[in-house]
């Protein structure tokens, strides 16, 4: 009480002082769709707009408590899903320009904000008095007289509140308060320094010799990347994917690919103030006791209440069934790996850092392929203008660019999507290429999602953010066939955010049944029809050739043991942290070599994720998660084979794929959606396949 009104008035004072310097947050956008009006927002203008915007969404919460009539689906859920619209508006704003171009400044309004937020959000959540209305509306309302959604929606917000706490005393509620603030400031501090530890770290080249085996684009890249920084006539690698990738795979220096894998692999690991050891203890242990305060017996049961997985028992089934096969591939591709050394290299033992390398050799070898033969396939804009044109064939959907709509960084484009009518659908941000201060990896988000509320329908505002190999010198940004499945992968997220048809923002959406839209879209990018009409040589106009296809077709089975095994020991070492009991003093190097050794992971293949550096679990929102890209990948394999069985652009399909799974996802149980979609439940043969590890029983 006494801190609530210490920060009204401090949040006052900001008001007063604020809206009189013209901040754009406290104003209408007259621009183009009302995208944020970047060109006139400073960094100055975002801490009192989120103070205000918390402000607000507590006036708002407010009202509806004292609201004088009985409560109601109206009054109380509805009422709740429409507060904090002002807070969402700026928050989307600051937390895409943080994580694409962070800059102290913003970290440290980061650092200020993010513990209010979490302090706000449970002061919602943890307000007795709303919680009696909103259980007096769950246990009296006539279900029947609701929508689908709206049922789904209630129920939503009633377990929001049971999940966090409603029904504790008021001491285990201030318990509870205190892990939260906690956990967000822990949580936010990983990622920072897992940031930081990127930006730190190059490696300079000083000697035409130390760049052995790279091919002239890398060298270029390098070369530029050192002129940027300031080293002129030098070559600098950092541990961002376009750059460190390429060196392990192509350099012939194994002393610096084992230097610059060593710095990836021990990003948080270095015992320094960037460490992140000390911090995992922490949030392990303050998760295992939030989810015991509120009767789960680990932090993964109270995580996957809500995904389609429901509990650890059906995680850990699926992970095993895959492990095995995948391990015994991975076995058989090092073997081969180590024949080639045999062979061709010398006396030496394949370690980590040799994997990438040998990959390109023994493919080079297999199928006579190297992927510097397709990039030059795969210039940046006629493959986004492929995935375009695959949106365009499923939902007749069309994207033209537009100039004259603000964007946040010279390089980021802008389009308008329409539907086949020409009517207005929405707007997508593309922002391809790393850059100093943006996250590593690629994700889409939003600055506006869609609604329709009181029949009042919003259009998005989506964005695609990756890292993506830029243009080098006078030659575009060609990129690797993986890169390509990446801005796929993000376009389907794109997707989903631009189709969907629903009234109310406020939504579950399971995190395994979320990488569905996402995945199935590269599927696309790899078919032969699809391929022809976007990859195109940049300076010929060529299309790739039938046998470059056929190569890449069979060069794709090429490395899944690796890929799988990397990709699983991570998910199952996140399942391994979120299902333990009891709080302790671990050492995470100690209890992750534990893990590795239990499932049998062979020291020639690290996880794809070490602790230190796991910021899907500890930084970002897949605690008890990362294994959902393996789960949806059984729906979306299931799902695309739905097509391939028929027609590769089946529009009666399509339409029930749009209206279902992108349409209402969220609005009521996601196996129903899928079901409602593909007409049965998901089977798991077409992902083994297309990962090349189906055995024949
Ligand atoms: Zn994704």
């Known amino acids: 009480m006494k801190y609530q009104l210490v920060s009204s008035l401090i949040v006052g004072v900001i008001i007063m002082s604020c809206t009189s310097t013209d901040n754009p947050f406290f104003t209408e956008w007259d621009t183009p769709f009302q995208v944020p009006p970047f060109t006139r927002i400073e960094t100055k203008h975002y801490l009192p707009a989120l103070l205000v915007g918390i402000e607000k969404q507590r006036t708002e919460i407010e009202t509806i408590v004292n609201n004088p009539e009985l409560p109601s689906f109206k009054n109380t859920i509805e009422a709740l899903e429409t507060t904090g619209q002002f807070l969402e508006r700026v928050e989307n704003v600051f937390d895409n320009i943080s994580s694409t171009g962070a800059t102290d400044e913003l970290d440290n309004i980061e650092r200020e904000f993010k513990p209010r937020k979490s302090h706000h959000r449970d002061d919602i959540l943890l307000n007795e008095k709303l919680y009696q209305r909103i259980k007096n509306v769950y246990n009296k309302q006539n279900r029947s007289i609701l929508t689908i959604e709206q049922n789904t929606l209630l129920d939503k917000i009633y377990r929001d509140f049971v999940r966090n706490g409603a029904n504790l005393t008021d001491a285990q509620k201030v318990d509870l308060r205190q892990i939260n603030q906690d956990l967000a400031l822990l949580t936010m501090e990983f990622g920072q320094n897992i940031r930081k530890e990127i ?68 990003r948080g690991n270095n015992n320094d103030q960037l460490d992140n050891k000390a911090r995992i203890n922490k949030i392990v242990n303050l998760r295992i006791k939030r989810g015991n305060l509120l009767g789960y017996a680990t932090h993964a049961d ?75 396939y795969f210039e940046i804009n006629n493959v986004r203008d492929g995935a375009f044109a695959v949106a365009n064939k499923l939902y007749g959907i069309t994207f033209t660019e537009r100039s004259n709509i603000p964007v946040y960084y010279p390089e980021v484009k802008v389009f308008e999507v329409k539907e086949a009518d020409g009517t207005h659908l929405g707007i997508l941000y593309t922002d391809y290429h790393p850059r100093v201060g943006k996250y590593a990896g690629a994700w889409a988000s939003g600055f506006r999602s869609q609604s329709n509320r009181n029949d009042h329908w919003v259009t998005p505002i989506t964005i695609n953010v990756c890292n993506l190999s830029r243009p080098t010198g006078d030659q575009p940004a060609l990129i690797s066939f993986s890169e390509v499945e990446t801005l796929f992968h993000e376009f389907g997220h794109a997707l989903h955010g631009l189709l969907r048809t629903r009234t109310y923002t406020d939504q579950v959406m399971p995190r395994d049944f979320v990488e569905l839209p996402s995945q199935i879209m590269e599927n696309w990018a790899a078919e032969p029809v699809v391929l022809k009409e976007y990859a195109r040589h940049y300076q010929t106009d060529e299309p790739l050739s039938e046998e470059l ?74 605690s008890a998660g990362y294994y959902s890209y393996i789960w949806a990948q059984v729906l979306e394999s299931d799902a695309f084979q739905a097509f391939k069985d028929t027609d590769l652009f089946n529009q009666e399909l399509a339409a029930r794929f749009r209206k279902y799974v992108l349409g209402l996802s969220g609005t009521r149980d996601a196996m129903e959606i899928y079901r409602e979609f593909r007409g049965q439940d998901p089977q798991i043969e077409p992902l083994l396949v297309k990962r090349g590890l189906f055995v024949e029983q």
């Not at 600098?236 to 710095?263: C, G, H, N, V």
């Not at 095993?320 to 033992?349: M, V």
Request: proline share 5%.
């Open 199 to 266: 930006e730190n770290w190059e490696m300079i080249l000083e000697n035409e010799s130390d760049l052995a085996g790279l091919p002239e684009r890398v060298v270029t890249m390098a070369a530029l990347l050192a002129e940027e920084r300031g080293k002129p006539g030098k070559w600098l690698f950092t541990l961002d994917k376009p750059s460190w990738i390429p060196f392990l795979q192509f350099s012939e220096r194994r002393d610096l690919r084992e230097k610059i894998y060593m710095a990836y692999i021990n």
């Open 302 to 376: 109270y995580v996957l209440e809500r995904s389609m997985a429901k509990n650890p028992a059906s995680v850990y089934e699926l992970l095993n069934k895959l492990w095995e096969p995948a391990l015994r591939r991975a076995k058989t591709e090092a073997a081969e790996f180590q024949a080639y050394i045999d062979r061709e290299d010398g006396d030496f033992q394949l370690q980590s850092w040799d994997w990438w390398y040998y990959t390109e050799k023994v493919c080079k070898e297999k199928y006579n392929l190297d992927e510097n033969q397709l990039r030059p």
């Open 549 to 622: 296809i056929e190569k890449l077709h069979a060069s794709q089975l090429h490395n899944q043991g690796f890929e799988m095994t990397e990709y699983l020991a991570a998910s199952i070492l996140d399942m391994d942290w979120h299902t333990l009991t009891e709080t302790n003093d671990l050492n995470p190097i100690e209890f992750e070599n534990a893990s590795f050794k239990a499932m049998g992971l062979i020291p020639e293949i690290i996880s794809r994720y070490r602790s230190p550096y796991f910021n899907h679990i500890f930084s970002g929102g897949y």
